[in-house]
């Protein structure tokens, strides 16, 4: 009898024990994760990042906007005011998966209807892996106006990089032009087309350089000495190690980025690590970000130039330039050398490899399934409908709906869309990526793909000749809502019998946005695993202003209740309470 009660006693203790400690490691999580709450005023003001000023978008009063600083299992909560008087909002976070959260997104026409001037709107989400991404607008055109910035997401403490280094600095590249987005945007959508034409300009974290001195510029529009444009400056100590975060948000350009007579290590690419690797030039597309190491270990006594070209395309642009300052050297000082004058602009070769080499760290391989239940492949073509230039996929040029899909189909409102869906293949037989197609002409729709919740999808970017003669433009690729594996690249045209035996089962790596090169390929593969209406579009402002770009939807019924608050456009306005 004693020793029965001994038992007990000892198994009501054990079961105390593990209760008190499951209650402390609960508590230690709610500490660690915290609420990190940021109150946004967005409006237009005038600014001179190039020296020519222009109206831009500024979250309170700064462009790019503030750095999101966070760890990983932070909420974080943004009030967002549209202060723009006379146009709507959104913002999108880009690389945030949004587990749970689908309706923070921010993507407007997919995923909620947008602010109108005058109204506050909340996003809440989970920033639930450590890396470095980014947010911007999601409405029309507005991004390249300047509504956009970077998001810097630590690990938990006591949690170690798989790399070394004494200081964090967040670089964000952009391209700029002086034209209004209303200008560009009525030029792509008129007859005869009016393309928007080359930047003006190439920004290093919001600072630039035009050239005030042209005859026809508006001395009163137009100042060199103006502080606004002054070039950005990254000071350096001599003998350490910096990780340099960079982003893209260009419009249009494809990038190259350099600091003059450095070494660069690739040590993560969109929030995951890289088997690390040396570059002298990175180049990176609109939507991509990167983490690279770069030691200051050159002579100490000067300053050294930070450059950045544009790639891929003939461009009028001069190249965006920074000052990398040895301290304690001034950090305007201006370096005693010509700026390296970057890549050849045509050369797909090294911006290939580049992708190629870009594999998951050995010690943080997530294996991706080894077969697919379903292939979409998606060629990416420039055509007309009705004699307008469009861009499409599969021959289908893309158009939002009125009514926001997540709210369409969560409401069962699957008359405000089509339901015929878009097509999983084009005629890859006969159809010749190298020349102008024969017949250039498309429909639109605003059709959808459905996906079996859970299931292992294949992507095939394939692209191909625009309506120009030997042309062919580098897209990236951006999907919401996941990451997804970098199976391969290849020239010419995929061969769906041959190429995917030489996949990357090993360890490829996991990203949110790719590129797809000049008459190349690229595949790509993810779990259709998070239930909700996710975006898939060309990350260039006007090609997806024009159509390109497709919707996924998968496990809508596992989407929870939808806040009232992202409804009020289309037939939600019967949803709706402020």
């Keep these: 009898m004693v020793e029965h009660n001994f038992h007990q006693q000892s198994h009501s203790f054990v079961k105390l024990v593990i209760f008190l400690c499951l209650l402390f490691l609960s508590a230690n999580i709610s500490v660690e994760a915290r609420i990190r709450h940021y109150e946004w005023e967005v409006k237009y003001e005038y600014k001179s990042p190039d020296c020519f000023k222009k109206l831009s978008i500024s979250i309170n009063g700064k462009t790019p906007g503030p750095t999101i600083v966070a760890q990983q299992g932070d909420t974080i909560v943004v009030e967002v005011k549209n202060s723009l008087l006379t146009e709507n909002l959104a913002i999108h976070w880009h690389g945030i998966r949004q587990i749970g959260t689908p309706w923070a997104d921010g993507t407007e026409g997919v995923t909620q209807c947008p602010i109108v001037p005058g109204d506050t709107f909340v996003y809440k989400f989970v920033v639930d892996r450590a890396g470095t991404y980014l947010y911007h607008a999601h409405y029309g055109m507005q991004r390249q106006a300047g509504l956009q910035g970077m ?5 938990p403490d006591g949690v170690l990089e798989p790399f070394s280094y004494d200081h964090d600095k967040s670089i964000l590249l952009t391209d700029w032009y002086h034209k209004s987005t209303y200008e560009q945007a009525t030029g792509l959508a008129s007859l005869p087309f009016s393309w928007v034409g080359e930047p003006q300009s190439i920004l290093i974290h919001g600072r630039g350089r035009f050239n005030c001195s042209i005859p026809s510029i508006d001395p ?6 103006n502080p606004q444009c002054t070039p950005y400056s990254m000071t350096v100590v001599s003998g350490k190690t910096y990780r340099l975060r960079i982003g893209s948000l260009t419009a249009l350009s494809a990038l190259s980025f350099e ?9 993560e690419a969109d929030g995951h690590y890289v088997e690390p690797f040396v570059v002298q030039n990175l180049f990176i597309y609109s939507g991509e970000t990167y983490s690279v190491l770069i030691k200051a270990d050159q002579d100490p006594t000067r300053n050294y130039w930070a450059s950045t070209k544009v790639v891929s395309r003939n461009s009028t642009t001069p190249n965006g330039l920074g000052i990398f300052n040895y301290y304690p ?8 050398t010509i700026p390296p004058p970057g890549p050849r602009w045509d050369d797909v070769a090294p911006r290939m490899a580049q992708s190629v080499a870009i594999k998951s760290h050995k010690d943080f391989i997530h294996a991706p399934p080894l077969t697919s239940d379903r292939v979409i492949v998606m060629l990416n073509t420039q055509n007309r409908v009705n004699g307008y230039v469009r861009w499409s996929v599969n021959n289908v040029s893309f158009n939002m709906p009125h009514t926001p899909y997540l709210i369409a189909l969560k409401h069962n409102l699957l008359h405000t869309f089509e339901q015929t869906p ?13 020349n102008i197609a024969p017949n250039v002409n498309a429909t639109t729709s605003n059709s959808i793909y459905r996906l079996k919740f859970n299931t292992t999808v294949d992507i095939i970017l394939q692209n191909a000749n625009t309506m120009n003669l030997n ?25 769906q019998s041959i190429d995917p035996k030489n996949y990357n089962f090993v360890n490829p790596i996991m990203k949110n946005t790719i590129p797809v090169h000049p008459y190349g390929w690229t595949a790509l593969r993810f779990r259709a695993d998070n239930p909700g209406v996710w975006a898939f579009h060309c990350h260039i402002e006007s090609h997806f202003f024009m159509g390109m770009g497709v919707v996924f939807e998968e496990g809508i019924e596992k989407v929870g209740k939808l806040p009232t608050s992202i409804m009020g456009c289309g037939e939600s306005k019967r949803f709706h309470r402020p």
């Design 220 to 225: 009163t529009l137009c100042n060199a000495t």
């Design 471 to 495: 042309n062919s433009e580098t897209h990236p690729w951006h999907l919401h809502g996941h990451d997804f594996w970098v199976m391969g690249y290849g020239n010419g045209k995929f061969n």
């Design 151 to 155: 998001i810097r997401v630590s690990l």
């Design 329 to 336: 050297n001034h950090p305007r000082r201006y370096p005693p």
């Design 422 to 434: 878009p097509p999983d293949n084009y005629d890859h037989k006969n159809y010749d990526i190298f």
């Design 259 to 267: 600091i003059e007579g450095h070494s660069m290590t690739v040590v």
